[in-house]
């Protein structure tokens, strides 16, 4: 399928406190899998982690490179001091692709990287034409859909950012960032005091007075309880113009990250949806114009 289609695949930012040593463990090992040809590697949720450093950057991109891919820095959504864009900017010193979830990030782009190649992430909420020739005119090469974006947007878009117009194949993306950690105020912790507990506890779940799981907290970042997957939408995608499609570690854990990664790529590559657990079933979305989804239970 991907090669029928020349489909380009990326691979999503970690979203979780994986501790640096997992971390840099799993980039070391996805980027050997086959047809993953750009490589988001950042922080999205909270930059206290610091899970990547300058040199850790450097790294993966020497490792992605040498496997004739991309490395793109991602960014987080919310930017709490002048000391996280200053850290930002140190990174983007080490790629040439930056992904912006934060308009702070753009104009730090703007002002001392106009040379290096952005991304629109999904997380600047990108819904209309208006917006997104606003955002090419002011220099950006590609747009990443927002994950709720109905069929005629994205072709829309798609037409803007022709053949660099991204979509989430899977993953479990944000509904909502705070300013304050959920984790650590789980553990009656202000954030400057959390001990990254996030690491320990990389999900909190969240119940109804019912007791029915609602939704799912990662840090400062709140999350559907199931995760997204739209694999049997790539046809239609494809035909309205998306051209790479993202994959991102949803699961708890980095082993558990890359299994399904390996078996989501056998399902690209076969067209079908990849057996065992955890289980998939279909769900559409409220209005017709909207695409078809499908949910998974939550990763072990």
Same mark, same amino acid.
């Given at each position: 399928?991907?090669?029928?289609?020349?489909?380009?695949?990326?691979?999503?930012? &970690?979203?979780?406190?994986?501790?640096?040593?997992?971390?840099?463990?799993? @980039?070391?090992?996805?980027?050997?899998?086959?047809?993953?040809?750009?490589?988001?590697?950042?922080?999205?949720?909270?930059?206290?982690?610091?899970?990547?450093?300058?040199?850790?950057?450097?790294?993966?991109?020497?490792?992605?490179?040498?496997?004739?891919?991309?490395?793109?820095?991602?960014?987080?959504?919310?930017?709490?001091?002048?000391?996280?864009?200053?850290?930002?900017?140190?990174? &983007?010193?080490?790629?040439?692709?930056?992904? &912006?979830?934060? =308009?702070?990030? =753009?104009?730090?782009?703007?002002?001392?990287?106009?040379?290096?190649?952005? =991304?629109?992430?999904?997380?600047?909420?990108? @819904?209309?034409?208006?917006?997104?020739?606003?955002?090419?005119?002011?220099?950006?090469?590609?747009?990443?859909?927002?994950?709720? /974006?109905?069929?005629?947007?994205? /072709?829309?878009?798609?037409?803007?950012?022709?053949?660099?117009?991204?979509?989430?194949?899977?993953?479990?993306?944000?509904? /909502?960032?705070?300013?304050?950690?959920?984790?650590?105020?789980?553990?009656?912790?202000?954030?400057?005091?959390?001990?990254?507990?996030?690491?320990?506890?990389?999900?909190?779940?969240?119940?109804?007075?019912?007791?029915?799981?609602?939704?799912?907290?990662?840090?400062?970042?709140?999350?559907?309880?199931?995760?997204?997957?739209?694999?049997?939408?790539?046809?239609?995608?494809?035909?309205?113009?998306?051209?790479?499609?993202?994959?991102?570690?949803?699961?708890?854990?980095?082993?558990?990250?890359?299994?399904?990664?390996?078996?989501?790529?056998?399902?690209?590559?076969?067209?079908?949806?990849?057996?065992?657990?955890?289980?998939?079933?279909?769900?559409?979305?409220?209005?017709?114009?909207?695409?078809?989804?499908?949910? =998974?239970?939550?990763?072990?």
């Amino acid at each position: 399928m991907i090669a029928e289609r020349s489909l380009e695949i990326s691979l999503g930012p &970690a979203p979780t406190n994986w501790g640096r040593t997992e971390f840099g463990d799993f @980039y070391a090992n996805v980027v050997h899998r086959p047809h993953i040809h750009r490589v988001y590697v950042g922080e999205v949720v909270c930059m206290k982690r610091r899970l990547l450093t300058v040199d850790v950057l450097r790294q993966i991109r020497d490792i992605v490179e040498q496997a004739h891919g991309v490395t793109v820095l991602t960014t987080p959504a919310v930017i709490v001091a002048e000391a996280d864009l200053e850290r930002i900017a140190a990174l &983007a010193e080490v790629v040439d692709h930056i992904e &912006a979830n934060n =308009v702070g990030v =753009v104009a730090l782009w703007k002002e001392r990287f106009p040379d290096k190649s952005l =991304v629109l992430g999904p997380y600047l909420n990108v @819904y209309n034409t208006r917006a997104a020739t606003f955002w090419r005119g002011l220099g950006a090469g590609r747009l990443v859909l927002p994950i709720d /974006a109905e069929w005629p947007v994205v /072709a829309q878009l798609a037409e803007v950012f022709p053949g660099n117009t991204e979509m989430v194949l899977f993953g479990r993306p944000a509904l /909502a960032f705070s300013w304050r950690c959920y984790t650590a105020r789980a553990y009656h912790k202000l954030g400057r005091d959390c001990d990254f507990n996030c690491c320990a506890r990389r999900q909190v779940h969240l119940q109804t007075l019912d007791e029915e799981q609602l939704l799912t907290v990662n840090g400062s970042a709140v999350y559907p309880r199931r995760v997204y997957c739209a694999l049997d939408a790539m046809g239609e995608a494809h035909g309205r113009g998306v051209s790479t499609f993202r994959i991102e570690p949803a699961c708890g854990g980095a082993d558990a990250a890359l299994a399904m990664i390996d078996r989501l790529l056998g399902a690209v590559q076969t067209g079908r949806v990849p057996e065992g657990p955890p289980q998939l079933d279909t769900e559409y979305m409220a209005s017709r114009g909207k695409r078809q989804r499908l949910r =998974v239970e939550e990763c072990a």
